[in-house]
């Protein structure tokens, strides 16, 4: 069996690890591709070294962009990979530019396609993130789903025969990196914070950086929390915050460059609470038991809400609010699996019709 998996974004990669290296293990033959839709290094390349995944087979290039440019860049480029490659499988991950792209590209070709994390909706048709999951499970011959209530989700469109339970992938590479910290106390120090009186920061979505008015209230709010806030400032919020002539440093809130994924494991593990409106990191919090707070009015990962771990909040006081908030009810549930979700996925690759 040929494997080929799509990747592009920093979820991405994390998803890819644990793939990669149950690949590895079987002896499947495993292409990567890499679409460059993440360019900077500290949001690629430190992943590949960091989680131990082997180097891009195919590095794109496509660089940043709009969605229909950058959409459009990669299928542009990868009819001709796809070809050259002749997987058995093309497998896509997540919800990006990449994932979409990747999926189309196979289905003009014929090519059998694989959604993972397939069925997340936030039932938002605002979020890009909503457009590209959707059609890409439409077009997909096979649904990876994380979750029953994913599965729930793929069924109620008419997608339930197409749809295989496996787990999160993501829960996979977080135990092993978690199992694997041996000083968190570094992380702590680069930091400057002390353990458990922090929360760790992150801010991204187009629809929280562009809209002035909106990153204005999430950067106050943070600046009033009643504990020090570190906020992981990426370049694209760093560049939209000087447009919008915003301070990000004052009062609780310092900024810091992205962590690497092994010491962002750790930095969650240490933080009394995590403020953000990443999908990932509001599971990665709930898996190491760390209060989350959304600046989102929805989450895919509705079971960290429903659990008590995550509050979804808009912009302005309710985030200062919500992030100083006491520790849930503690809990044993483990709603995205037990960490073997890369052996179920090629479980179902290997015995899943192809059309």
């Known amino acids: 069996m040929k494997v080929l998996s799509v990747v592009g974004a920093r979820p991405q990669f994390v998803k890819l690890a644990p793939v990669a290296a149950e690949c590895a293990r079987r002896g499947v033959e495993h292409v990567i591709v890499h679409t460059g839709q993440h360019y900077d290094p500290m949001l690629s390349d430190v992943f590949f070294r960091d989680l131990g995944i082997p180097d891009p087979d195919v590095h794109l290039g496509v ?14 480029v990868m009819d001709a990979v796809l070809e050259t490659q002749g997987p058995d499988w093309v497998l896509v991950y997540g919800d990006t530019n990449s994932t979409l792209a990747g999926a189309l590209s196979a289905v003009k070709l014929h090519l059998p396609v694989a959604h993972l994390e397939a069925g997340l909706r936030s039932f938002n048709r605002r979020m890009p993130e909503e457009h590209n999951r959707v059609l890409t499970d439409h077009a997909a011959d096979l649904l990876l789903a994380p979750t029953e209530v994913a599965r729930g989700h793929l069924t109620d469109e008419g997608l339930g025969g197409r749809t295989v339970v496996v787990g999160d992938v993501m829960i996979d590479v977080l135990m092993r990196v978690r199992d694997e910290l041996v000083d968190s106390e570094a992380v702590l120090a680069e930091l400057g914070v002390p353990s458990g009186g922090f929360s760790l920061a992150t801010v991204h979505r187009a629809e929280n950086t562009d809209d002035p008015d909106r ?59 995590v403020i953000t409106d990443s999908g990932g990191l509001q599971k990665e919090a709930f898996a190491l038991r760390t ?11 509705v079971e960290t809400v429903r659990l008590g771990w995550n509050v979804l909040v808009e912009p302005g006081p309710a985030v200062r609010d919500a992030a100083s908030r006491p520790a849930p009810a503690p809990t044993d549930e483990a709603p995205y699996g037990d960490g073997s979700a890369a052996a179920a996925v090629l479980d179902a690759l290997g015995s899943a019709p192809r059309s």
Do not use: K, M, N
Not at 66 to 75: D, E, M, P, R, S
Not at 238 to 245: D, I, K, L, T, V
Not at 291 to 301: A, M, S
């Open 63 to 76: 660089g940043s962009g709009g969605h229909g440019v950058q959409t459009g860049a990669i299928l542009g």
């Open 215 to 273: 990153l204005r209230a999430i950067v106050t709010a943070l600046q009033e929390v009643d504990h020090p806030v570190v906020l992981l400032a990426h370049p694209r919020l760093r560049a939209r915050a000087e447009e919008h002539g915003l301070d990000l440093d004052g009062g609780s809130l310092t900024t810091r460059p992205p962590l690497p994924y092994p010491a962002l494991v750790g930095a969650v593990a240490q933080a009394r609470g």
């Open 291 to 301: 209060p989350c707070t959304t600046v989102r009015t929805e989450t895919e990962w």
